[in-house]
């Protein structure tokens, strides 16, 4: 997936990522995981989630200059 072309915008699209805030205020590439999102606990207070072996796949995105238009891929 080099080059993308856009339906509506008949023009190249430009490649790029969604920004995710982690721990700490830290910028990293957005990521999909299959399946539902599950909770961990620890005595009883909802911590966060966690991927428990899921695959997770860093997404990539493609975004059309004239018209704005996004195409998503977890690669």
């Known amino acids: 997936m080099n ?5 509506s915008g008949q023009t190249t699209m ?5 920004a995710d805030y ?3 205020n ?3 590439q957005a990521e999909w995981v299959e399946g ?3 909770r961990y606990t620890l005595l009883g207070v909802k911590l966060g989630i966690t991927t428990k072996g899921h695959p997770v796949r860093r997404i ?3 975004r059309c200059p ?3 238009f996004l195409e998503h891929y977890a690669l």
Do not use: F, M, S
Request: positive net charge; proline residues 4%.
């Open 3 to 7: 080059t993308h072309t856009c339906r």
């Open 14 to 18: 430009e490649k790029g990522y969604i």
């Open 22 to 24: 982690a721990d700490h």
């Open 26 to 28: 830290n910028l990293r």
């Open 36 to 38: 539902q999102p599950e």
């Open 60 to 62: 990539t995105v493609w």
């Open 66 to 68: 004239r018209c704005g």
